[in-house]
């Protein structure tokens, strides 16, 4: 920490008498405007002065204190310095005002992007060596294990062969100690990495080494909201580049538990934050082409995987899909994960929880899959042989290990008493088709198994092939991992990059979403705007409320504060409450925050949530913001001198209803957890250097939804009882925002160019539309418009956008199907079928195709658990706004004569 001093004097003032924990002052009034920095020292409780803290990650807290009891932050001098170049040497020695100090901050954040973040890196010295890192098969001619010219089948199998019942038993849980198997030259391994948002703390990664912090991207559900498959994938490679550098710095494995591709099917849900959100395609695409990235770099020719001739393609790190399956309960009320037995249809499972699953291993190849706490109709997920062999191994073709969650098997005897010893637990799990227990239960109990005729060793011998298969496609038995060839020369300055860095800037850009903006107010004029007031208890926190829930250090921490005084002459801050998100208690807060607002050209109040109100473990009883947040946001937006922005942080939806279409909001934005750059991201939208593209990737419900139990888990209403439905497939009550919902800058305007109004398909075809043989040759049908081959069953739909405002901007189009059955016997109202992504300059038009299987996306889920025939009638396709056009296909069965 920097402790700021005047020149001329240091102002004291006694801390109030009921409190004394946030300095404040107002420098503008004060006119004290010289400042020199020394190093950091506290003068007693009442000591109080202005002060300028950097925190480790870079964030930045500028506050101080006077008499009046406001907090405020004063930022008099616009900054503007590019974030992607090299600082100004100048503003390195500039320190004649508080608004060079914020300069100063800049500079160093910047400056921290460009050598990667790696402070102690550099206190290596230019020639430090690379750690050694520990690898199996040091010497290579020492086991046919090790031989690399054996096939990966062959090497695994001698690898299994030569472990004791004790050695097995050790080697089926993540934890590291318990592999260390010296007499074979096997180093300990933990097999539990995160990376759901970038590499993260975790068992097996560590950022106590060379590498302090990675990139920390927007957590999945904002970069969902930008419905640009491009950009799942990019976001994979870089996480998986960081990775493997990593690893080659011994500080990580090589496999990561993540993506999260469960279903956020209840607004509530403390985890829908690390979802992609609520709708099965947009979340199976997630899912496929983010694991792409995590697996196979640029390995991918088309659609296929490259592969080494060894069997399936190696790997760059291994993915994981979780969590399998109808997980979305953490705990409500007295409901937990590990008691909650989900009660789920066959046809909700068919077309609702498991489709993203299904997209991450048969499309993204996913090499690891993980089975979750809850039961799934009475039945442990990791004891259901039916999910995990017969559905994941079996249909599916999942070529890969399947991990518990952790504790997984032990919550089987110990919470849900599904088995009656941990020995059964263990045996249920292994024979379902379990690979891995993540926790030690398997550790203590497998061999007692064995003994008492619960489980053979067979079952332990496939397990460890599917799990010891994995590290072999990674390399970890080849050799030195710092020789591989592709991989081996990363390390630690890979990671951090400005590349990197831009990456995660981009994302928050491309997921924001504009919710309102009355009379164009934003974006505002920098020119214009001479004094802003930055309010709320997410404006500049000091927690990591932006990155969400499994996350690492992050390289850099631009807050909303700090990215939007670079705009302005006068920044101010004031949180609003003292207590962060919760908001609580302090009415005094909200007043202070109120008379920053009475003076400044323009304000922006960000609230909403943090992991105090939304995490693991831990769901939400209430829609409405928490604490006085609604006191706050009326309060000031009262008082306000000129417009107001209203910025919403969270990572579920928030009842707004109260403040919405409030003439004295003018314009509400949601940012997600916006990773690390959110606050950078945040003012370049608000300026105006960004036009916002971001569409909802959930729909957001009033407060009255906290009626519908959340352990329901029906998608689809029942009019019988009342229950009305889940997400904007089934639901048709009101919502606060709509699915898909989000604004721009600028207008567009869209229309159909082409699509078949007629498809003609073999009657025979009846028969081979079925998502389980879809791979399958199809028979030959005809239509209207053009020729089809039905092991295909594709149609080309055309969309034609055109940017029809001042602007540049980009519009995400949402093409949506409605079948004739829409509404009726479980029918969906509507579903995704393809999104594109496409920027515009002002005045241009593009030009989206869109190729849909019939098969696969036209087909409906039927009670018993199967997909329907092509349904004969009247299709219609929608780009979702209810003043968009349609177009109809009418879908008939040819007859034979």
Same mark, same amino acid.
């Given at each position: 920490?920097?402790?700021?001093?005047?020149?001329?004097?240091?102002?004291?003032?006694?801390?109030?008498?009921?409190?004394?924990?946030?300095?404040?002052?107002?420098?503008?009034?004060?006119?004290?405007?010289?400042?020199?920095?020394?190093?950091?020292?506290?003068?007693?409780?009442? %000591?109080?002065?202005?002060?300028?803290?950097?925190?480790?990650?870079?964030?930045?807290?500028?506050?101080?204190?006077?008499?009046?009891?406001?907090?405020?932050?004063?930022?008099?001098?616009?900054?503007?310095?590019?974030?992607?170049?090299?600082?100004?040497?100048?503003?390195?020695?500039?320190?004649?005002?508080?608004?060079?100090?914020?300069?100063?901050?800049?500079?160093?954040?910047?400056?921290?992007?460009?050598?990667?973040?790696?402070?102690?890196?550099?206190?290596?010295?230019?020639?430090?060596?690379?750690?050694?890192?520990?690898?199996?098969?040091?010497?290579?001619?020492?086991?046919?294990?090790?031989?690399?010219?054996?096939?990966?089948?062959?090497?695994?199998?001698?690898?299994?062969?030569?472990?004791?019942?004790?050695?097995?038993?050790? +080697? +089926?849980?993540?934890?590291?100690?318990?592999?260390?198997?010296?007499?074979?030259?096997?180093?300990?391994?933990?097999?539990?990495?995160?990376?759901?948002?970038?590499?993260?703390?975790?068992?097996?990664?560590?950022?106590?080494?060379?590498?302090?912090?990675?990139?920390?991207?927007?957590?999945?559900?904002?970069?969902?909201?930008?419905?640009?498959?491009?950009?799942?994938?990019?976001?994979?490679?870089?996480?998986?580049?960081?990775?493997?550098?990593?690893?080659?710095?011994?500080?990580?494995?090589?496999?990561?538990?993540?993506?999260?591709?469960?279903?956020?099917?209840?607004?509530?849900?403390?985890?829908?934050?690390?979802?992609? %959100?609520?709708?099965?395609?947009?979340?199976?695409?997630?899912?496929?082409?983010?694991?792409?990235?995590?697996?196979?770099?640029?390995?991918?020719?088309?659609?296929?995987?490259?592969?080494?001739? &060894?069997?399936?393609?190696?790997?760059?790190?291994?993915?994981?899909?979780?969590?399998?399956?109808?997980?979305?309960?953490?705990?409500?009320?007295? $409901?937990?994960?590990?008691?909650?037995?989900?009660?789920?249809?066959?046809?909700?499972?068919?077309?609702?929880?498991?489709?993203?699953?299904?997209?991450?291993?048969?499309?993204?190849?996913?090499?690891?899959?993980?089975?979750?706490?809850?039961?799934?109709?009475?039945?442990?997920?990791?004891?259901?042989?039916?999910?995990?062999? &017969?559905?994941?191994?079996?249909?599916?073709?999942?070529?890969?290990?399947?991990?518990?969650?952790?504790?997984?098997?032990?919550?089987?005897?110990?919470?849900?008493?599904?088995?009656?010893?941990?020995?059964?637990?263990?045996?249920?799990?292994?024979?379902?088709?379990?690979?891995?227990?993540?926790?030690?239960?398997?550790?203590?109990?497998?061999?007692?198994?064995?003994?008492?005729?619960?489980?053979?060793?067979?079952?332990?011998?496939?397990?460890?092939?599917?799990?010891?298969?994995?590290?072999?496609?990674?390399?970890?038995?080849?050799?030195?991992?710092?020789?591989?060839?592709?991989?081996?020369? +990363?390390?630690?300055?890979?990671i951090c990059s400005p590349e990197h860095q831009d990456l995660a800037l981009e994302a928050a850009l491309q997921g924001i979403v504009l919710l309102k903006?009355?009379?164009?107010?934003?974006?505002?004029?920098?020119?214009?705007?001479?004094? +802003?007031?930055?309010?709320?208890?997410?404006?500049?926190?000091?927690?990591?409320?932006?990155?969400?829930?499994?996350?690492?250090p992050p390289c850099v921490y631009v807050t909303p504060y700090l990215g939007l005084a670079q705009y302005v002459p006068d920044a101010s801050y004031h949180?609003?409450?003292?207590?962060?998100?919760?908001?609580?208690?302090?009415?005094?807060?909200?007043?202070?925050?109120?008379?920053?607002?009475?003076?400044?050209?323009?304000?922006?109040?960000?609230?909403?949530?943090?992991?105090?109100?939304?995490?693991?473990?831990?769901?939400?009883?209430?829609?409405?913001?928490?604490?006085?947040?609604?006191?706050?946001?009326?309060?000031?937006?009262?008082?306000?001198?000129?417009?107001?922005?209203?910025?919403?942080?969270?990572?579920?939806?928030?009842?707004?209803?109260?403040?919405?279409?409030?003439?004295?909001?003018?314009?509400?934005?949601?940012?997600?957890?916006?990773?690390?750059?959110?606050?950078?991201?945040?003012?370049?939208?608000?300026?105006?250097?960004?036009?916002?593209?971001?569409?909802?990737?959930?729909?957001?419900?009033?407060?009255?939804?906290?009626?519908?139990?959340?352990?329901?888990?029906?998608?689809?209403?029942?009019?019988?009882?009342?229950?009305?439905?889940?997400?904007?497939?089934?639901?048709?009550?009101?919502?606060?925002?709509?699915?898909?919902? %989000?604004?721009?800058?600028?207008?567009?305007?869209?229309?159909?160019?082409?699509?078949?109004? $007629?498809?003609?398909?073999?009657?025979?075809?009846?028969?081979?539309?079925?998502?389980?043989?879809?791979?399958?040759?199809?028979?030959?049908?005809?239509?209207?418009?053009?020729?089809? $081959?039905?092991?295909?069953?594709?149609?080309?739909?055309? $969309?034609?956008?055109?940017?029809?405002?001042?602007?540049?901007?980009?519009?995400?189009?949402?093409?949506?199907?409605?079948?004739?059955?829409?509404?009726?016997?479980?029918?969906?109202?509507?579903?995704?079928?393809?999104?594109?992504?496409?920027?515009?300059?002002?005045?241009?038009?593009?030009?989206?195709?869109?190729?849909?299987?019939?098969?696969?996306?036209?087909?409906?889920?039927?009670?018993?658990?199967?997909?329907?025939?092509?349904?004969?009638?009247?299709?219609?396709?929608?780009?979702?706004?209810?003043?968009?056009?349609?177009?109809?296909?009418?879908?008939?069965?040819?007859?034979?004569?």
């Amino acid at each position: 920490m920097i402790e700021c001093t005047y020149d001329n004097e240091r102002k004291k003032h006694p801390a109030p008498a009921t409190h004394g924990d946030f300095p404040r002052t107002d420098a503008r009034r004060d006119g004290l405007d010289q400042h020199s920095c020394t190093s950091l020292g506290h003068e007693g409780a009442l %000591g109080v002065w202005k002060k300028f803290e950097l925190r480790a990650t870079f964030g930045v807290t500028f506050v101080s204190q006077d008499g009046d009891g406001d907090l405020l932050v004063d930022c008099p001098e616009s900054f503007r310095n590019s974030w992607k170049g090299a600082p100004d040497p100048d503003s390195l020695t500039n320190m004649t005002s508080a608004g060079s100090l914020l300069r100063l901050a800049i500079a160093i954040v910047v400056a921290a992007s460009i050598i990667s973040g790696q402070a102690a890196a550099a206190a290596d010295g230019p020639d430090a060596r690379r750690p050694r890192v520990p690898h199996p098969c040091q010497e290579p001619a020492a086991y046919p294990f090790c031989d690399v010219n054996l096939s990966n089948e062959d090497r695994v199998r001698d690898l299994v062969s030569r472990f004791t019942l004790e050695e097995k038993a050790r +080697l +089926l849980v993540n934890m590291g100690s318990g592999s260390n198997i010296t007499r074979l030259g096997l180093p300990a391994y933990e097999w539990w990495q995160e990376a759901l948002h970038g590499v993260a703390d975790s068992p097996g990664a560590r950022f106590k080494g060379r590498v302090k912090s990675a990139t920390s991207f927007p957590q999945p559900i904002l970069t969902a909201a930008s419905f640009n498959k491009e950009l799942f994938n990019k976001i994979g490679q870089v996480i998986s580049t960081e990775a493997r550098a990593m690893h080659n710095e011994n500080q990580a494995g090589l496999t990561f538990w993540a993506p999260n591709i469960n279903i956020f099917r209840d607004p509530r849900w403390g985890r829908g934050q690390e979802t992609p %959100g609520e709708d099965p395609y947009l979340t199976s695409i997630y899912a496929e082409y983010f694991v792409r990235g995590m697996q196979e770099d640029d390995e991918y020719e088309g659609q296929n995987l490259r592969t080494s001739g &060894k069997g399936p393609a190696q790997l760059k790190t291994s993915a994981c899909c979780k969590h399998f399956t109808a997980y979305d309960i953490d705990q409500w009320y007295d $409901v937990d994960r590990y008691d909650f037995d989900a009660k789920v249809t066959q046809q909700d499972l068919l077309d609702t929880y498991n489709p993203p699953f299904q997209s991450c291993i048969e499309d993204g190849k996913a090499s690891s899959l993980m089975c979750s706490y809850n039961r799934v109709n009475g039945v442990p997920t990791c004891a259901d042989y039916n999910l995990l062999t &017969k559905l994941a191994r079996g249909t599916w073709g999942f070529d890969g290990y399947i991990v518990s969650d952790c504790d997984a098997v032990q919550v089987m005897y110990a919470n849900s008493r599904y088995a009656q010893t941990p020995e059964e637990a263990v045996a249920y799990a292994l024979k379902a088709g379990m690979d891995l227990n993540c926790g030690d239960t398997a550790s203590n109990f497998t061999v007692e198994a064995v003994h008492s005729g619960l489980l053979n060793t067979s079952d332990i011998d496939k397990a460890l092939h599917n799990s010891f298969t994995v590290l072999y496609r990674l390399g970890y038995f080849d050799g030195d991992p710092l020789n591989d060839p592709k991989y081996g020369k +990363l390390d630690h300055s890979n990671i951090c990059s400005p590349e990197h860095q831009d990456l995660a800037l981009e994302a928050a850009l491309q997921g924001i979403v504009l919710l309102k903006n009355d009379q164009n107010t934003l974006p505002l004029s920098a020119d214009k705007i001479r004094s +802003l007031a930055v309010l709320g208890p997410n404006a500049n926190d000091t927690v990591n409320t932006m990155l969400g829930n499994y996350a690492g250090p992050p390289c850099v921490y631009v807050t909303p504060y700090l990215g939007l005084a670079q705009y302005v002459p006068d920044a101010s801050y004031h949180p609003g409450c003292d207590n962060g998100t919760t908001c609580e208690g302090r009415s005094d807060f909200i007043r202070g925050a109120a008379k920053v607002a009475t003076w400044t050209d323009a304000v922006v109040v960000v609230v909403g949530l943090s992991q105090d109100q939304e995490r693991e473990a831990f769901d939400r009883t209430s829609l409405r913001l928490p604490g006085q947040q609604e006191e706050l946001i009326t309060t000031v937006s009262r008082v306000a001198k000129g417009p107001v922005i209203l910025v919403l942080m969270t990572g579920g939806p928030v009842d707004i209803g109260f403040i919405k279409d409030d003439p004295k909001i003018q314009s509400i934005l949601w940012v997600g957890y916006p990773g690390q750059a959110g606050g950078q991201a945040l003012a370049q939208v608000i300026f105006g250097d960004r036009n916002p593209g971001g569409k909802l990737p959930m729909s957001w419900y009033p407060e009255s939804y906290t009626e519908v139990p959340m352990t329901d888990m029906h998608m689809r209403p029942d009019e019988s009882t009342g229950y009305p439905g889940r997400t904007y497939r089934f639901y048709s009550g009101d919502v606060i925002y709509r699915f898909g919902e %989000g604004m721009s800058y600028t207008t567009f305007s869209s229309s159909f160019v082409s699509a078949p109004s $007629v498809v003609t398909a073999s009657a025979n075809s009846r028969q081979s539309c079925s998502q389980r043989q879809r791979d399958s040759p199809n028979i030959p049908c005809s239509s209207a418009d053009n020729a089809l $081959v039905c092991n295909s069953m594709k149609i080309e739909i055309v $969309v034609s956008v055109k940017n029809d405002g001042p602007v540049a901007g980009t519009n995400v189009v949402l093409l949506y199907h409605t079948s004739p059955t829409a509404g009726k016997d479980g029918s969906p109202l509507q579903k995704l079928v393809g999104f594109e992504r496409l920027y515009l300059e002002s005045m241009q038009e593009q030009k989206a195709l869109f190729k849909v299987n019939l098969c696969r996306q036209l087909t409906e889920a039927q009670t018993d658990g199967t997909w329907s025939n092509l349904i004969e009638g009247v299709h219609t396709f929608s780009l979702g706004n209810s003043n968009d056009p349609k177009h109809e296909m009418k879908l008939i069965y040819e007859h034979p004569s």
